[in-house]
């Protein structure tokens, strides 16, 4: 007769114990704006303002994205052949719930490494961040003008000490079907 209080109590706390238990989170509405970024791209451009370091010429590349675990981040990886010779790449999106704004982190094979905050007005992505530029400090701006559900313009750009903004490289991506 003493179990029987035993298991009633059991019987009664296990429930408690399933509702007390937190529920994982679930991505929000802004997160999915990131989906357009899914699946396989093939880009091509030019880098139009060379240096030393970087030269100008053509480039083209692959990169293929898809959800990190739990939906929240969409990881990027890519690889390319341009001016400077073939290179791997990563990329991380994000959408900081708290911050509210969506951010960027990215990786190279030839030693870069840049984050910033990206911002979505109508159909074209904006990506900032500040760095330098022979020695100077410089913005930069990468803007992406999703032309269709399969292809977007792509335009990266640079301020030098507070000057005119100039375009660095342009090109196009295609999703690969």
């Not at 970087?54 to 890519?78: I, N, Y």
């Not at 904006?126 to 022979?134: I, V």
């Amino acid at each position: 007769m003493k179990r029987l209080p035993v298991i009633v109590v059991l019987l009664l706390a296990v429930p408690c114990l399933a509702f007390g238990q937190a529920q994982p989170p679930k991505p929000g509405p802004e997160v999915q704006k990131l989906a357009y970024y899914l699946g396989t791209w093939k880009s091509e451009g030019e880098v139009k303002v060379g240096s030393p370091s970087h030269p100008a010429g053509k480039f083209s590349g692959t990169e293929s994205c898809e959800w990190f675990a739990g939906g929240f981040h969409l990881v990027c990886r890519g690889e390319g052949t341009g001016p400077r010779g073939k290179s791997t790449s990563m990329g991380i999106l994000a959408y900081d719930t708290e911050a509210k704004v969506y951010t960027y982190y990215g990786i190279s094979s030839l030693g870069e490494a840049d984050s910033g905050k990206m911002t979505l007005t109508g159909n074209t992505w904006t990506s900032t961040f500040e760095g330098k530029m022979a020695d100077k400090p410089a913005k930069f701006r990468f803007s992406e003008v999703q032309e269709s559900p399969t292809s977007y313009t792509f335009k990266f750009e640079s301020s030098v000490a507070g000057g005119p903004w100039t375009v660095i490289e342009e090109g196009k991506a295609t999703k690969v079907k």
